[in-house]
């Protein structure tokens, strides 16, 4: 790993889950419980194929419905209102 990334996520944590296992749905669902936003990567269906479509009153963005670098821009140029506002 590269010392820019090594020092752009220093004290950040990461968990690896298995959500077509039950204990891997759970745990997600008790951290999803705690979460402002959640950030997710699914084609299209698969949270709701594997059953984890409810994610409490985090903001849910899924990130393969943006298929351009400008969606993605727009994106996180409105993110970055809603959190200033």
Known sequence: MGTSYLAQNANKKSVTL???APEGKEVFR??????DVLVENFRPGVMERLGLEEHGGALRIGLAHYNTAEEVTRLLEALRELVEA
């Open 18 to 20: 298995n959500t077509k």
């Open 30 to 35: 008790r951290l999803v419980r705690t979460a």
